[in-house]
């Protein structure tokens, strides 16, 4: 798989190694900046609108403007990515990071000095699961020193540049052996991964911490309690849970944009069932089924 990263900077192309923003732009020196992610599924993009309309709730509650419109970015996407598959010969499913800071300007933290907002796409290979993982799932730790920032601070919500919560929950989490971590909020009340959001089942039942227990709201997420479940034939329940309720789920996936519906296989010392059977493979499927549909509807999202 390729390693390469295509950047593109204020409609400037180039390899992402080089330098393109000023050292006194904002997302530089405070995290003062808002992204998003997409993916592809059989080159297509998927999930495009959901994804904007979040960027722009980030965008509103951090009052950092959106450059262009939807029209102009998905162009400078598919540009993007033409110029990286030219580079690459790369013909796989691709990663698509759009950022957008408030700017540069002079030194200090009034919003005021900032004049105006620049952005940066980034497309690289995205990196499917394993069958290792497929086999025997993530291995989480749950963070039982640092907490979730609270929806009063830095609001999970809002898809920030500024990460640093997370960053030092995984850290944690991968000093003790696993791929990923489980955080709790103020309440001791089970949040999500360092990148994903997490749900249990039990007894045909997929429960998940609701959005105000301080989460992000995940378009994956949002796609499985709106549609996916239903039409598999499963009940959602959004509910707050503690780190004790672990004991009593069957099974444990993760959901996000680059690895959609992923299974589980220990939370700790609390083992949940991974099997080509299972009932979280079963949404997997259901999950990819749904896919195929968007994708057969969106020709016009396709990245050549």
Not at 164 to 172: G, H, S, V
Request: neutral net charge.
């Amino acid at each position: 798989m390729s390693t390469y990263i295509q950047a593109n900077t204020n409609g400037r192309l180039h390899d992402a190694r080089e330098p393109a923003l000023s050292p006194l732009n904002r997302g530089f020196l405070y995290g003062d900046a808002i992204y998003e992610v997409w993916r592809t599924y059989q080159g297509v993009l998927f999930a495009w609108e959901e994804h904007c309309r979040r960027l722009h709730q980030s965008g509103a509650a951090l009052h950092i403007a959106i450059p262009g419109d939807a029209a102009m970015m998905l162009a400078e996407i598919k540009r993007t990515a033409a110029a990286f598959r030219q580079h690459t010969e790369f013909g796989g499913e691709l990663y698509v990071r759009l950022q957008i800071t408030r700017g540069g300007g002079a030194i200090g933290l009034d919003t005021a000095l900032a004049e105006g907002p620049d952005y940066t796409l980034l497309v690289q290979a995205n990196k499917d699961l394993t069958p290792a993982i497929l086999a025997k799932g993530y291995t989480l730790s749950l963070e039982t020193t640092l907490r979730r920032n609270p929806a009063n601070t830095i609001n999970p919500a809002w898809k920030t540049g500024n990460y640093l919560n997370n960053i030092l929950c995984l850290r944690a989490a991968r000093e003790r052996g696993a791929d990923d971590v489980v955080m709790v909020n103020q309440a001791g009340e089970i949040t999500e991964a360092a990148t994903s959001n997490l749900a249990f089942i039990r007894d045909g039942v997929i429960l998940t911490p609701p959005l105000d227990a301080g989460i992000l709201g995940g378009i994956t997420r949002a796609l499985v309690l709106r549609e996916v479940a239903a039409k598999a034939g499963f009940t959602v329940r959004e509910v707050a849970l503690k780190p004790d309720d672990m004991k009593s789920m069957g099974e444990c996936f993760i959901m996000s944009t680059t690895r959609d519906i992923s299974p589980v296989g220990a939370i700790d010392q609390h083992p949940f069932r991974v099997a080509v059977d299972s009932q979280t493979m079963q949404l997997k499927h259901a999950f990819a089924e749904h896919v195929a549909r968007y994708v057969a509807a969106h020709p016009g999202q396709r990245l050549d």
